[in-house]
């Protein structure tokens, strides 16, 4: 019987396990990669750790994220990843060098190869064919240290695209629809793998489109075939030689399959506060438009950014809104100003920003009180802009570029002819802002600034495990709101006592202060708890914070990880029913938590304050069972090392 890519590259990098869904299966990770917001802490993990050198194959640290710069913190924390890179072995973008995922997909993705980052877009890389995951800090310093990443052992979806693209409909509309028809949970321990007629008519840039914006699905990962588009791709890139072809054998079975018709598709629009909410553009045109931003890794590519001058070219932004544009990458900044295209955004009046993420995770440009945000990224969670009763919508390039001289949501096709713009057939290549690891490592000292402050830590699981509900959310809780980033929190990354001020303050500003008095508690949490971006931060300030377990109705995967690797208990409710009995305040108590866990018997949870007892579920494997009861991953591995 034939095999899916998926399978193909999961069984040439299985190290343990069983190849069946839902199983925990270990792979050999080749490359990893950090950004500066989730690489600091992951650094210093590593440096726990003990190593002299990383163990991949080739191991990358960027920094794109924490930009601002408006006191000391960033630039301390910039100066301790340089000086960690060149004594451990990594390359490291320095910063204007651009998004990591933009990057990593121009510079060093190999089709067939496993990356994993610490960032939830990783799987980006997937355009190129490589089998690309997004993981928390820890998980990738762990990786960096040559040890397997475990991850269950996702269903593949076969997305089978016919048919071509229209014109003014782009590569964002495709992601846009399977997020309309599947929602953010719909690829919750799945990868996605593109197949079928339509995967031909796409660049690289376009299918990363694709990969990149899957992970609002929740979906482990995405994957494209590596082909001649492929091959194309990376020759322009001046990298051919790592190319190699790979692709589904033609018989190959799949646990979902999903027709897509490229032809069918229209421009669509994800309207606020979730990627999901998807409609037609058509259905909102003339609604008025405060900010338009383009960038992000989802669509900054010198190909969204010569279709967005092209548009532009010898036209005014509309004088009721301010556009914005971060380039993926220098590489992308660079093109557009050889060729004119830069000229043409300045000219129309667009505000160019240096290459990194920028407005995407609300490093300034916050957008005025109430407004309309339209943006080429792939996230519009209430508040992430840093104005939180703005409403940001999402859409491509295109569309934004259209709205952007229009003042309103337009749909693009009224204007008729579309631009036509192709990948180059050769990139501008320079990788002078790429720094090669130390030839003598032993001369490198660490730079460690005052913001860089100690890990913090906790001891083994307590039994009986008590204590009050200190929160209880809704279905869909991202990690932004559990965990803050933006302009003003995002530069704490490193000091988790002062990062602790901010937890679920999105929902609830009294909560830090409440934990603190009650001395950590638990969390109760509803469907696709914690999904959106892989911040371990969203599980480690809880850690320091107290929190012994988190009871949802489901959990998003790399959260879920997380949450395992600090120590937190996730539950399930058996009965998603007993979610509704609970209250903000009740103290609950779970007995013989060790013993059951260890056991593999079942768990219940007694309501001491209202007087009632109810079933969870665990579903952890023996090694995060361990894990857990270690009090988290450090933990875990230092007994192993002793
Ligand atoms: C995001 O898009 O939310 C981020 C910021 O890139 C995060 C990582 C982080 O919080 O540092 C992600 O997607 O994982
Ligand atoms: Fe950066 Fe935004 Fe991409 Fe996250 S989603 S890596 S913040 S550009």
């Given amino acids: 019987m034939g095999e899916s ?26 490359q990893t990669l950090t950004q500066d917001a989730t690489g600091t802490m992951a650094y210093l993990q590593f440096e726990t750790l003990g190593l002299e050198r990383v163990r991949t194959e080739r191991s990358v640290s960027y920094v794109d994220h924490n930009m601002l710069q408006t006191d000391f913190r960033n630039a301390d924390d910039h100066r301790y990843l340089q000086s960690v890179a060149a004594k451990y072995g990594l390359y490291f973008s320095r910063p204007g060098n651009g998004i990591c995922h933009q990057v990593h997909l121009e510079r060093f993705g190999v089709p067939g190869k496993t990356l994993l980052g610490s960032d939830s877009h ?40 016919t048919g071509e693209l ?14 309309r028809r599947l929602s953010v949970k719909g690829g919750v321990g799945k990868v996605f793998e593109y197949g079928g007629p339509g995967v031909a008519s796409l660049s690289v840039p376009q299918r990363a489109t694709i990969t990149n914006m899957g992970a609002e699905l929740g979906a482990t990962s995405s ?42 598709l229209e421009p669509l629009i994800a309207q606020p506060h979730s990627p999901d909410n998807v409609v037609p553009v058509r259905e ?100 992430r802009s840093g104005t939180a009763d703005a409403k940001l919508y999402l859409a491509s390039a295109e569309v934004c570029a259209v709205a952007a001289i229009r003042g309103e949501i337009t749909d693009p096709r009224e204007l008729g002819k579309a631009p036509q713009v192709h990948m180059p057939s050769h990139f501008v290549i320079n990788d002078n802002m ?38 209880i959310t809704e279905d869909n809780v991202t990690t932004d709101h559990i965990m803050p980033a933006g302009a003003q929190i995002l530069p704490l990354r490193s000091n988790i006592p002062a990062l602790s001020e901010y937890a679920f ?23 696709n708890y914690g999904q959106g971006s892989s911040r371990e931060h969203a599980a480690l300030v809880p850690m320091y914070l107290g929190i012994k377990a988190v009871l949802a109705k489901s959990f998003a995967r790399i959260h879920r990880a997380n949450l395992i690797n600090f120590g937190i208990l996730p539950l399930v409710f058996a009965d998603p029913a007993d979610y509704g009995r609970l209250r903000q305040g009740d103290r609950l108590r779970l007995e013989g938590v060790r013993q059951a866990l260890e056991g593999g018997q079942p768990l219940t949870v007694r309501n001491l304050t209202q007087g009632y007892s109810f079933p969870v579920r ?13 009090g988290g991953l450090l933990n875990y591995i230092k007994g192993q090392a002793s």
């Fill in 284 to 383: 909102l045109a003339g609604l008025p438009v405060d900010q338009v931003c383009i960038g992000s890794c989802t669509n900054s590519s010198v190909v969204d950014l010569e279709t967005v001058a092209a548009i532009l070219r010898g036209k005014t932004v509309h004088p009721r809104l301010s556009l914005t544009i971060s380039p993926g990458s220098k590489q992308a900044l660079t093109m557009i100003g050889q060729s004119g295209a830069l000229a043409s955004l300045v000219a129309a009046g667009a505000r160019i920003l240096e290459a990194a993420c920028g407005p995407c995770i609300g490093m300034g440009q916050a957008p005025a009180s109430g407004a309309v945000s339209l943006r080429s990224f792939n996230r519009n969670f209430e508040g």
């Fill in 618 to 630: 665990y579903d952890l494997s023996p090694r995060q069972v361990q894990i857990i009861l270690a």
């Fill in 223 to 264: 994957l494209f075939p590596s082909d001649e588009n492929t091959r194309r791709f990376l020759a322009a890139q001046g990298r051919e030689a790592d190319w190699r072809p790979l692709s589904a054998d033609p018989d190959a079975t799949y646990d979902e399959v999903i027709e897509l018709d490229l032809s069918a």
């Fill in 166 to 179: 229209q014109p003014w409909v782009s590569a964002k509309d495709v992601i846009l629809e399977l997020l």
């Fill in 5 to 30: 890519l998926t399978y193909k590259i999961i069984r040439e990098h299985l190290v343990s396990g069983e190849m069946i869904p839902g199983q925990e299966i270990g792979l050999r990770i080749d």
């Fill in 122 to 161: 990783t799987p980006t890389a997937g355009g190129l064919g490589m089998l690309a995951i997004g993981a928390g800090g820890l998980d990738v310093a762990v990786a960096m240290a040559g040890a397997p990443f475990y991850v269950p052992m996702p269903q593949v979806v076969l997305v089978w695209l």
């Fill in 434 to 471: 790429i720094l090669p690891p130390a030839e003598d490592p032993s001369k490198v000292e660490i730079i460690r600034g005052p913001n860089i402050k100690p890990l913090p830590t906790r001891g083994p699981l307590e039994d009986p495990l008590e204590g009050e509900v200190l929160l």
């Fill in 505 to 527: 303050t999105r929902i609830d500003p009294t909560f830090p202060k409440r934990a603190r008095e009650a001395g950590g508690g638990l969390i109760v949490g509803g469907e």
